[in-house]
């Protein structure tokens, strides 16, 4: 009975946990996420955590490797508005349909991010690829 109940309690867990494999230009692991109901945390490429985002509603908190409060964001319809510690505008993005833009706090586009069958491809402002997320 003990058995039984610790294996569904280990596939409710699988089913409510997702991963993402953050990999750089050349293919490299460079980070990874784990998100399990409305927390994410991040990891580099050797595994030592980095940092944390908790979302409520349609804003997000992150926070550092030391639990220290790093910034927000809140989205409202197709857009996500930035803000650093002290609560100061940082920047924007805007989605529509399968693609993202990213601007700076002066509203200049900095990237773009584009979600496939395949995971997402990031591209810099000048539409470089810079890597993916799968």
Do not use: C, Q, W
Not at 15 to 42: C, H, I, K, M, W
Not at 45 to 56: H, L, Q, T
Not at 109 to 125: L, N, P, Q, V, W
């Amino acid at each position: 009975m003990h058995s039984m109940k610790y294996a569904l309690i280990l596939t409710a867990l699988t089913l409510t946990a997702a991963a993402d494999t953050f990999y750089g230009p050349t293919g490299s692991n460079v980070a990874r996420s784990e998100t399990s109901g409305n927390t994410t945390r991040y990891y580099d490429r050797s595994g030592s955590y980095i940092g944390k985002a908790e979302r409520s509603g349609n804003s997000v908190r992150y926070y550092d490797r030391s639990g220290s409060y790093t910034g927000s964001s809140t989205t409202s319809g197709n857009t996500t508005r930035y803000y650093n510690r002290s609560g100061s505008y940082e920047g924007s993005s805007t989605t529509s349909g399968n693609t993202t833009r990213y601007y700076n706090r002066s509203g200049s586009h900095t990237g773009s991010a584009e979600r496939g069958s395949s995971g997402t491809r990031y591209y810099d402002r000048n539409g470089s690829y810079r890597g993916s997320k799968r």
